[in-house]
């Protein structure tokens, strides 16, 4: 089973970029996406955006435009660019191996989450 180990959060000021990190202990490339979620004090995990297979990238409308995910897949790893950070971006963040439903046009993330890695934007 592949786990994954993310890292990177810490505390940063509004404006100010972080990247996270998301380090996969086997290949990838297995899972049709790997995706990035958050979940802030007292709300709901929410989707951050994906990265498929093929490479292709989505992401939330709250963080279009300020955040990019891409991989190494030679390191099994995938990143969370994060520019322009919010107050509102505060929360722990994740990511999960994806699979494909609804004949491809949709992804559900695996049962097991990692412990995640804290973000804090603040001044």
């Known amino acids: 089973q592949v786990q994954l180990v993310e890292s990177g959060g810490g505390l940063v000021q509004p404006g100010g970029s972080l990247r996270l990190s998301c380090a996969a202990s086997?290949?990838?490339?297995?899972?049709?996406?790997m995706g990035w979620y958050r979940q802030a004090p007292g709300k709901q995990r929410e989707l951050v955006g994906i990265?498929?297979?093929?490479?292709?990238?989505n992401y939330a409308d709250s963080v279009k435009g300020r955040f990019t995910i891409s991989r190494d897949i030679a390191k099994n790893t995938v990143y969370l660019q994060m520019n322009s950070l919010k107050p509102e971006d505060t929360a722990v963040y994740y990511c999960?191996?994806?699979?494909?439903?609804?004949?491809?046009?949709?992804?559900?993330?695996?049962?097991?989450w990692g412990q995640g890695t804290q973000v804090t934007v603040s001044s």
């Open positions: 999960n191996k994806l699979q494909a439903t609804g004949g491809g046009s949709s992804y559900n993330p695996f049962p097991s």
């Open positions: 086997g290949s990838i490339f297995t899972f049709a996406a």
């Open positions: 990265i498929t297979r093929s490479g292709s990238t």
